[in-house]
């Protein structure tokens, strides 16, 4: 009889910052928020707020898992693990069962390994929401955790049901209040925030003359070069660039190691010009853009320049939304450079401004922010102020967000002491703001 090899995939839903932010926050240690999947017969199969789905290994929208744990083989023909995966799909896990805390992802997961293998998955997973609720923190939470539901969907279909995926997100609910339910279609996946005031988001562009010389040899590369630089250098032009263009500052990014500060600052005053944008999105502008690093200040400047832009956030968030959401792990990594921590958190300030969409990056910056501003480190005025600022975009367009960095220690109040002998009005101003969310 033939057997099929089976494997739990692990993902970390948090990207790392439970790792980090647990401890400080549930007193206990917790390394991921999991969610787990079974892959066996060529698919991935996973339940969430829509019952069952499956789709090909890695087609969520959480693409790759962190990791995968080979749980044996079985003999079990496909045919037959379909008709069981219908009859839970009717019984204990339709879409009205699932609860993060209770019936979730990842107590599917362990109960198919069990029917397939015998074997479990691993115990930390399936203990997760008892570690949580351990603590006083997590009993405070629970209300909220209880509304919430994970469908990773994108690329996923329900075999198991009789319409056509419609990925719903529930709304988590505000710590004093009921939940509520908001259902979306697959190709929205989350519910779009209110539009908050306009801002004057923050760009980096270099004061200095762009000195290429020796950047290119070849005469085409010369010249390209050459129409980059007067493209960059004038605020209108009766031209445009090509993808040529384009090609040639990936290709100078990835093989030129001594003069790469140029080449950023190039890149830094090319993607804030709109008709640029244009042309990234017309063509494969993934040896550009996927050189863009959180290691990198000129790197780092030109991401906060194209963020500074909806159409240019919009974009990067599609192409590198991992790389935005590890952001806040440079603060504490670099909280002792005062330039990197100022151009980072403008980064982060233009993220706040232009993210329309309810989902985890919202929470992930924002509790950064908060633990970060809470912290002992020494940090000069336009960093505060952008952290302030930052604060504020997102809390004004989430009540769920709003809740939980009161929650975790937002204490505007505080702040408010600590500026009494400035005569900064701009910072006394938002911290009068903060004010007034916490009793919204």
């Keep these: ?196 005031e306009t801002n004057n988001c923050v760009t980096f562009l270099p004061t200095q003359p762009l000195e290429t010389e020796g950047l290119c040899e070849g005469e085409l590369q010369k010249k390209l070069l050459a129409d980059l630089v007067e493209y960059v250098s004038v605020e209108k032009v009766s031209w445009s660039v090509s993808p040529a263009h384009v090609k040639l500052l990936g290709s100078l990014l990835l093989n030129t190691e001594k003069q790469r500060l140029v080449v950023w600052q190039i890149v830094q005053k090319f993607v804030i010009k709109t008709e640029s944008l244009a042309i990234l999105q017309r063509c494969d502008n993934s040896a550009l853009l996927d050189q863009i690093n959180l290691e990198d200040v000129e790197s780092l400047k030109c991401l906060c320049n194209l963020c500074s832009t909806p159409s240019g956030y919009k974009m990067f968030l599609a192409k590198q939304r991992q790389l935005l959401e590890k952001l806040p792990t440079g603060l504490q990594q670099h909280s002792d450079d005062e330039e990197f921590l100022n151009v980072l958190v403008s980064v982060m300030y233009n993220v706040s401004v232009h993210h329309k969409l309810v989902d985890d990056l919202d929470i992930q910056h924002t509790c950064a922010l908060v633990e970060f501003l809470n912290s002992d480190v020494d940090m000069n005025i336009t960093t505060v102020e952008l952290i302030l600022k930052s604060l504020l975009s997102f809390l004004s367009a989430n009540e769920e967000v709003r809740a939980l960095s009161f929650t975790i220690g937002l204490n505007p109040q505080k702040y408010s002491k600590l500026f009494q002998s400035s005569e900064n009005r701009e910072l006394m101003s938002l911290v009068s703001k903060l004010e007034s969310l916490n009793v919204a």
Aim: charged share 15%.
């Design 1 to 196: 009889m033939p057997v099929s090899p089976v494997e739990v995939w692990i993902y970390d839903l948090s990207k790392g910052l439970a790792r980090s932010m647990s401890f400080p926050l549930l007193g206990k240690q917790i390394d991921g928020i999991w969610h787990t999947a079974i892959v066996v017969y060529g698919n991935e199969y996973f339940f969430g707020g829509d019952s069952i789905e499956c789709c090909t290994p890695g087609g969520t929208m959480l693409g790759m898992p962190n990791s995968k744990v080979n749980l044996g083989t079985t003999e079990i023909p496909s045919e037959i693990f379909h008709e069981h995966l219908r009859e839970l799909s009717q019984t204990t896990f339709r879409p009205c069962d699932y609860n993060l805390l209770k019936r979730n992802c990842n107590n599917f997961s362990s109960e198919i390994a069990q029917f397939l293998t015998g074997n479990d998955i691993p115990s930390h997973i399936t203990n997760l929401p008892d570690d949580v609720l351990s603590t006083p923190f997590g009993q405070m939470l629970r209300p909220m955790l209880e509304s919430v539901t994970v469908s990773p969907g994108s690329g996923s279909q329900r075999v198991f049901g009789e319409s056509q995926p419609s990925y719903r997100v529930m709304q988590p609910a505000s710590l004093s209040g009921a939940a509520s339910n908001t259902s979306v279609a697959a190709d929205s996946v989350m519910q779009q925030k209110t539009p908050t």
